[in-house]
């Protein structure tokens, strides 16, 4: 080994007389104690730049790089680019940069930096000693932010880094947040490759009123390119405990698979003080997509545009989706799952697709309306004889069913045409359109269901035919100032329907028979409806399909703004919109004012509100702020919520803070 070492020595010693000399000092016996070559030399004000198969010769230490720039005032080096540092008899450093300090007497002062060129995380200590790109290491700081102000950093005693393996590990780490200590821990193993490695990755942990102390440790497992798994053992230390599991697949046509599950098991005395429903909280999910279906598994030579995508999700309790971290935020109890298959050219679209609804506010699914399945051709907008004149057509066919209750078949037709263009050198846009809507449903599996009876209308078929006026009114400006853009969206929407026809199903006495009879529900399951002496599974409600105010005289009135900063950053995001319902008889105003407002003043940070004003009660009928800071690691949330409850003449206000 010591016969190989003095032989690159001499080839390197050999290498020298053919390189500029960057710079040169001598100790009092004139010994050559620091020299700095390369291929090339220059230097501006204190710093000398070497490049080209650089050398820097340090007592016993001499380093090969691409490129050192050396600060003459600070005694600072630079090192960029395939760097070998050798000290004694062996190879002590391997990496792509290294930052060091000199003393007075031009020697290295360790610990110098060293930096992994692939997933930037860097180590500052005392290396004792290396070989193999295998170090040992005292007085460790490390963190993958900047060195001079890291977000956060983990100092420890001593530890190892594997370069080559980009494995690091540490004994007694403590983990800070810019300049407070979070955590510490005994012991940390952890890699610092952002491939794809099996092991353990960043642990999650938080605390709440009712769940106590929360601890989600994953695992992650890779064996292979195409397929990987991650387990997530979790313990709510008031609660209980479970296992979150996910892999992930793709095949060889670079289709992606993905599958969840999830159980969580409630300790006894958390049931039984909380009077939960389920004690086993369990569920299970599956993605898939995929785009050329027909291309890839059927052989078609066609180029036509075809792809399917499948997202479905069965869980007995809402806590399925909140135990997916933390404190995940759930804000709505139902969830739809949904198959979806389209084929497409460039003018035509056609889909079929299936949707699955899971509603737990109810006791069990039986009654809740399934969509399967729905058939969509759509003619892309396109002009009809001349370029102003536009016109689209949309056809649909939805098949409703459910266990219990009356179901539905449908066929609904929409043709809007027409003229859309320029005034005013383009600084405003004017639309005038007609939309004809026609519409047919046919009642299924109504034996125990509710129909009003009226005469001389049909109880098992409604046909809705109406054709509206709408004229569009907008503009939008854009006017760029120093370092900012700013555009200016304002659009009024003008609906005037002038022709109307309903029957059977929809007529116009059917919305308020269908209404009474919604509110009479039997107690105490609220499942059954007891109307005019007789028990029905469910009522028929024309409203869920068509809105009784769907032929309704309207205005829309609408104001946006952005405000855009360097490289098309938003800063600041502004919404106004208010809906005027002429034809309402109490006032045209029931609709709120809303105002949404965000704005971005730091990177990471995102603050958004909403305020919605009522004029009919002349008074704020909600309020709702949100600001959201996430940055590398760290992520935070804090959300407020404001509520009048107007409902019976009594007016309530409902209050919800939340600090995630």
């Known amino acids: 080994m010591i016969y190989w070492l003095y032989l690159a020595v001499f080839f390197l010693l050999s290498a020298l007389d053919a390189k500029e000399i960057a710079m040169q000092r001598f100790d009092k016996q004139n010994h050559k104690i620091f020299e700095i070559l390369a291929d090339k030399v220059s230097a501006k004000d204190n710093v000398i730049t070497a490049s080209g198969n650089a050398i820097l010769l340090n007592y016993d230490v001499y380093i090969l790089a691409d490129k050192v720039r050396y600060d003459t005032k600070t005694k600072e080096a630079l090192l960029e680019g395939n760097i070998k540092v050798y000290r004694g008899e062996g ?184 009077d939960l429903r389920n004690q086993n909280i369990y569920g299970f999910e599956f993605l898939s997509s995929s785009r050329d279906t027909l291309q890839k598994y059927f052989h078609l030579k066609s180029n036509i545009d075809n792809g399917h995508y499948i997202d479905f999700l069965y869980m007995n309790d809402l806590d399925y989706v909140r135990f997916e971290k933390v404190n995940k935020r759930i804000t709505d109890a139902t969830h739809m799952s949904r198959a979806n298959y389209y084929l497409q050219t460039e003018n035509n679209y056609y889909g079929l697709n299936i949707k699955y609804f899971l509603n737990l506010n109810k006791i069990n699914n039986n009654r809740t309306f399934q969509s399967v399945p729905n058939l969509q051709y759509h003619k892309y907008l396109n002009s009809l004889y001349f370029r102003n004149l536009l016109y689209s057509v949309d056809y649909q066919f939805r098949n409703t069913a459910r ?34 809507q026609l519409s047919n449903v046919a009642l299924m599996q109504s034996k125990n269901s509710f129909v009003p009876t009226i005469p001389n209308e049909s109880r098992e078929f409604g046909n809705f035919v109406s054709s509206n006026f709408s004229m569009y009114v907008n503009t939008d400006l854009a006017r760029e100032y120093n370092k900012l853009f700013h555009t200016i969206q304002l659009e009024a929407i003008f609906n005037i329907p002038y022709y109307t026809f309903k029957n059977g199903l929809f007529s116009q006495n059917m919305y308020a028979l269908s209404a009474q009879a919604l509110n009479s529900y039997t107690s105490p399951l609220l499942r059954d409806y007891d109307y005019q002496g007789r028990l029905y599974d469910s009522v028929w409600n024309p409203s869920s399909i068509l809105p009784s105010n769907a032929s309704n005289k309207t205005v829309d009135l609408t104001l ?49 509100g909403n305020v919605f004003y009522s004029f009919y009660q002349n008074r704020l009928e909600e309020i709702s702020v949100n600001a959201n800071y996430q940055r590398k690691f760290l992520s935070f949330n804090l959300s407020y919520f404001l509520k009048n409850n107007f409902s019976s003449g009594i007016n309530s206000i409902v209050e919800n803070l939340r600090i995630i």
Request: proline share 5%.
């Open 560 to 608: 946006t703004q952005y405000l855009y900063g360097l490289g098309g950053q938003e800063l600041l995001y502004f919404k106004i919109s208010q809906l005027i319902n002429l034809d309402d008889k109490v006032s045209p105003f029931r609709m709120p004012l809303e105002s949404k407002i965000g704005f971005s003043p730091l990177t990471g940070l995102n603050i958004f």
């Open 91 to 274: 190879l002590l450093v391997k990496t792509d940069y290294v930052k060091l300090s000199l003393n007075e007497k031009y020697e290295i002062i360790f610990p110098f930096y060293v930096q992994d060129s692939v997933s930037g995380i860097w180590v500052s200590a005392d290396i004792a000693s290396g070989k193999d790109q295998k170090y040992k290491v005292k007085n460790m700081s490390t963190s993958g932010c900047s060195i001079d102000n890291p977000i956060w950093h983990v100092n420890a005693t001593s530890g190892s880094f594997n370069m080559q393996k980009s494995h690091l590990s540490m004994w007694n780490p403590k983990i800070y947040v810019g300049d407070i200590p979070v955590l510490y821990l005994p012991y940390i193993f952890m890699s610092t490759s952002n491939k794809r490695t099996t092991g353990f990755l960043y642990p999650e942990f938080g605390t709440s009123n009712l769940d106590g102390f929360i601890y989600l440790q994953p695992f992650y497992l890779a064996p292979k390119n195409s397929w990987d798994m991650t387990f997530t053992p979790q313990i709510r230390y008031k609660r209980g405990f479970g296992l979150n599991f996910e892999a992930r697949y793709i095949n060889s046509k670079n289709d992606r698979f993905l599958f969840n599950a999830r159980y969580f098991r409630n300790y006894t005395q958390y049931v039984k003080r909380y």
């Open 403 to 436: 266990e219990i209750g009356y179901g539905y078949v449908q066929n609904a037709l929409n043709v809007p045409v027409g003229l859309q263009f320029s005034l005013f050198k383009k600084y405003l846009s004017l639309g005038l359109w007609n939309d004809l």
